[in-house]
């Protein structure tokens, strides 16, 4: 029963991720206003969390480990600027594969950062995706549209890509209190980022309000909650395979909700990046 509970979280976990795209879509506000607001209403949820628990603070035990966490919180927020930018320019489904090139960024760099053994699956797993990438936007990009969208999508893949990394240097902070001090800091840094951008008299429309507060209690508190609490309970290869719901399912919403359907050129891609991403990392973990 236990163990059904903890899939059950994660998998909760990754179908909220994956119709983060679509709340926003009803959210009448600037990318960088959602993220402010997501962070805000977030950070609020797991301070509130990590209080009713009543859990220990330890990160004043590990400075180093601590610095690399508020790093990898940095890149976070900015990765989550760019990516609804990216929303907003060129679509959910498009914007996620684009994003879903993170974690091919940090397979390729693993062994020179941390001394991981570069296997022909990398190699291979990473020329798929960037073949999948180009069919994806070939046609957009020929007829001149969507650079700048894709552009932020890319963006969002290096920055989740140092989120990954420094969170990995950050291995004695554990439990709640990694994900957060991550979120903490991913919103200082939309904050000072949104002040000197425009200050902070933003105004919410009436109609907003609802997936405003559906986006930062239930997608990123209570969703970062169950994702951080079931994942250290599970086998890695299953969190591996299972991530892959994540950007599955937010091209099935798009498809659902926003009528965001790919030509079967960009469904190829979509495959080609997903299948490449995945062969990348389940024969590293074989």
């Known amino acids: 029963m236990k163990t059904r509970r903890v899939y059950l979280k994660y998998l909760t976990a990754l179908l909220l991720f994956g119709s983060n795209g679509i709340v926003a879509s009803y959210i009448l506000l600037s990318s960088y206003e959602i993220v402010f607001t997501r962070t805000l209403i977030g950070s609020l949820f797991l301070v509130l969390v990590f209080l009713i628990t009543r859990q220990k603070m330890r990160f004043w035990k590990n400075p180093a480990h601590f610095r690399n ?6 890149a976070m927020g900015a990765s989550w600027m760019f990516l609804y930018e990216a929303y907003a320019q060129i679509g ?15 397979m390729m760099l693993a062994p020179l950062l941390f001394k991981e053994r570069m296997t022909w699956a990398r190699v291979v797993g990473f020329l798929t995706v960037l073949l999948g990438m180009f069919l994806v936007n070939a046609q957009a ?9 894709l552009t932020y999508g890319i963006l969002a893949a290096v920055m989740y890509a140092f989120m990954v990394i420094f969170n990995k240097k950050a291995s004695r902070i554990t439990g709640l209190e990694n994900p957060m001090w991550q979120l903490i800091t991913s919103f200082i840094t939309v904050a000072v980022f949104v002040g000197l951008k425009q200050g902070f008299a933003i105004q919410i429309p009436p109609g907003s309000l609802v997936p405003i507060l559906f986006l930062g209690v239930v997608n990123t508190g209570l969703g970062c909650y169950f994702y951080f609490s079931s994942i250290g309970a599970m086998p890695v290869q299953t969190v591996a395979i299972s991530g892959y719901l994540e950007p599955l399912s937010a091209l099935v919403f798009s498809a659902i909700f926003l009528g965001e359907a790919l030509s079967p050129m960009q469904l190829a891609g979509a495959a080609l990046i997903l299948g490449g991403a995945a062969l990348g990392e389940l024969f590293v973990l074989r």
């Open 69 to 74: 966490l508020v790093i990898s919180g940095v």
């Open 92 to 106: 959910v489904s498009i914007a996620t594969l684009a994003y879903y090139c993170g974690p091919v960024i940090v």
């Open 141 to 149: 990009l020929s007829e001149g549209r969507n650079a700048w969208g």
